[in-house]
């Protein structure tokens, strides 16, 4: 028989460094899981990417157990983690942060094929130069 759902959370977290403190206890706490043992399989899970913003889907059940789901980072995590940027433009269409090239759109495509809603390479690769647009970073496409 399947265990009966309570909730399904989503989160984001660095990778490799979930901890007690907030937003992590606090949101996790009403529910009754014991949060230090998801921040240890969590941090386990994640550590050899340490740092980047991962995305997770925590499902808790009514006997106070979960699972979770690591999904890959946001697609602007990754382009700025790949032009080694702080943040986008905040005027995108006017003042351009940086530019991705060929190289650099496939490997964003290939780390985020999972999570998009499409598995044509082109089409991917569109998604990543529109975020990209976005953030006022040229692309190569």
């Known amino acids: ?25 606090p949101t996790l706490a009403p529910y009754g899981i014991n949060t230090q043992d998801f921040c240890t399989q969590f941090n386990t899970k994640t550590q050899e990417d340490n740092g980047i913003l ?21 697609t602007s995590e990754l382009i700025r983690r790949e032009l080694k940027i702080k943040k986008g433009s905040e005027k995108p269409n006017i003042n351009k942060v940086g ?25 991917a690769a569109k998604i990543v130069a529109g975020t990209a647009k976005q953030m006022g970073v040229e692309t190569e496409i």
Request: no cysteine.
């Open 99 to 123: 530019k991705l090239s060929k190289e650099q759109v496939k490997k964003i495509v290939e780390i985020k094929m999972p999570d998009l809603n499409t598995a044509d390479y082109d089409q």
């Open 1 to 25: 028989m399947a265990k009966e759902v309570k909730k399904i959370i989503k989160i984001t977290i660095p990778a490799g460094q979930a901890s007690m403190a907030p937003p992590i206890g």
């Open 54 to 74: 991962t995305p997770v889907v925590l499902t808790i059940y009514e006997d106070r157990t979960f699972d979770f789901i690591l999904k890959t980072p946001p």
